[in-house]
């Protein structure tokens, strides 16, 4: 009942580095408000499923534990299913394995493999399978957040394979949210700004970033953001590339961006420590050069995919 194998890459080319793209599914939007549609491709032989727990995908050494969703009945009745498209002819659906912990802290199918953060587990799942299950982590967690109507305050239902829920009630419908983040790496005459928020390890920097508040644009949040967390003024910003990271659910617009000097005064709730990095620093680090004082983010992030753009240029 088990399917580890990864699902057809992209036929389409991509020059975005980042993780969590390139999902190749197409999601037939034209026909997922069918309920009979839905119902008959999750009865189809080739139909899969990835099984989340609480968040974390099912792992195998091979990477993804794809099932069949015949194995469904082994989940609980109230487990959320969602439709994530088709891979060629095949059905791809996820499941909230988390529903079945209510009386059990076993999770279902942890014979096969472990249930894994996906932080953690990046690395040892393929590209494509990295962007579906991104896609399907946002669209669980976003469910199990979303029971009842914002509205009404009644209890909603999941309909169109799991891209919207309704309420019975009053009839408002509901559609997965994600939230716009500007992620910032200033420049300034050869070095880039890297800050350390209060969550992140000693030694741990990243660039800079925020959500992007109603009536700007995402330039406009990058300015505003890096002067808000550093005090530091921007003249130029250049849109580069964008990620959808799925804790639980956000966009990132990663811009590089040029400070008009190296001026810091922190917002120490935001930012605890900031430092301007020379280019030839951080060439040695991605490099392999170990520093005690400095690690940068892992690969999987669009914070390190903006520094090592900036870096080969």
Not at 157 to 172: A, F, H, L, M, N
Not at 208 to 233: F, I, K, M, N, S
Request: glycine fraction near 6%; aromatic fraction near 8%.
């Amino acid at each position: 009942m088990t399917n580890s194998s990864s699902l057809r890459p992209p036929s389409l080319p991509s020059d975005n580095p980042n993780a969590f793209t390139g999902n190749p599914l197409d999601r037939c939007s034209e026909r997922r408000g069918d309920p009979d549609w839905i119902a008959a491709q999750l009865s189809r032989d080739d139909a899969i499923m990835i099984p989340l727990w609480r968040g974390d995908p099912l792992l195998t050494s091979d990477g993804a534990a794809w099932l069949s969703t015949a194995a469904r009945s082994e989940f609980s009745a109230k487990a959320d299913i969602v439709f994530l498209g088709l891979s060629g002819e095949s059905p791809v659906f996820a499941i909230d394995a988390s529903p079945s912990a209510q009386t059990s802290d076993a999770a279902p199918f942890a014979d096969l493999g472990d249930y894994v953060p996906l932080r953690e587990g990046a690395g040892q799942i393929s590209e494509t399978d990295l962007a579906i299950i991104g896609h399907a982590r946002s669209v669980l967690d976003w469910h199990r957040r979303h029971h009842f109507c914002a509205n009404c305050g009644a209890a909603t239902e999941i309909v169109d394979g799991g891209i919207k829920r309704t309420c019975p009630s009053c009839g408002t419908e509901h559609f997965p949210r994600t939230d716009p983040v500007a992620i910032v790496l200033a420049i300034h005459e050869g070095a880039c700004l890297l800050g350390r928020s209060p969550h992140f390890p000693p030694t741990f920097f990243s660039a800079l970033a925020g959500y992007v508040e109603p009536g700007e644009t995402p330039e406009e949040c990058a300015v505003r953001e890096l002067y808000e967390e550093a005090g530091t003024r921007l003249t130029r910003v250049q849109y580069l590339f964008s990620q959808p990271w799925p804790f639980p659910s956000s966009l990132m617009m990663g811009f590089l961006a040029d400070a008009s000097d190296r001026t810091l005064t922190l917002d120490e709730t935001e930012i605890v420590e900031a430092l301007w990095v020379d280019k030839q620093d951080i060439q040695s680090i991605l490099a392999g050069e170990f520093r005690d004082d400095l690690r940068l983010p892992p690969r999987f992030t669009i914070a390190r995919q903006l520094i090592e753009h900036w870096a080969a240029t």
